[in-house]
């Protein structure tokens, strides 16, 4: 089994920057391919960022340039760095796990765990 936590969120004000993470517990080799969704009220959860196995990784074109994802492998942590933030990136935030994957994938269905998710909140 794997138990994901994501911490971190909070409340900022739009220009600002802000960094999630998300602790991995559990069987730790079913969670080489991670990545970040979010989903706000009213809307579908949209894949943000994500790493592969190699470390590559793949970003939404609404994030790209501003958000960074990596990965401490010793720490068992995944992290989201968010920059020059916008109202519109308000969500909750969730990180997500597959044991595999050909490449970083923004897709939903390819990821088995999921963690609980943390606010993110931009105010203007």
């Known amino acids: 089994q794997v138990q994901l936590v994501e911490s971190g969120g909070g409340s900022v004000q739009a220009g600002g920057s802000l960094k999630v993470s998300c602790e991995v517990s559990?069987?730790?080799?079913?969670?080489?391919?991670m990545a970040w969704f979010r989903q706000a009220p009213g809307k579908e959860r949209e894949g943000v960022a994500a790493?592969?196995?190699?470390?590559?990784?793949g970003y939404s074109g609404s994030v790209k340039g501003r958000f960074t994802i990596s990965k401490d492998n010793a720490e068992n942590t995944l992290y989201l760095q968010m920059s020059s933030l916008k109202p519109e990136d308000t969500a909750t935030y969730y990180c997500?796990?597959?044991?595999?994957?050909?490449?970083?994938?923004?897709?939903?269905?390819?990821?088995?765990?999921w963690g609980q998710g943390t606010q993110v909140t931009v105010s203007s």
């Open positions: 997500a796990a597959e044991s595999g994957c050909l490449r970083p994938s923004l897709a939903y269905y390819d990821y088995t765990y």
């Open positions: 559990g069987d730790i080799w079913r969670t080489r391919c």
């Open positions: 790493i592969g196995t190699s470390g590559n990784t």
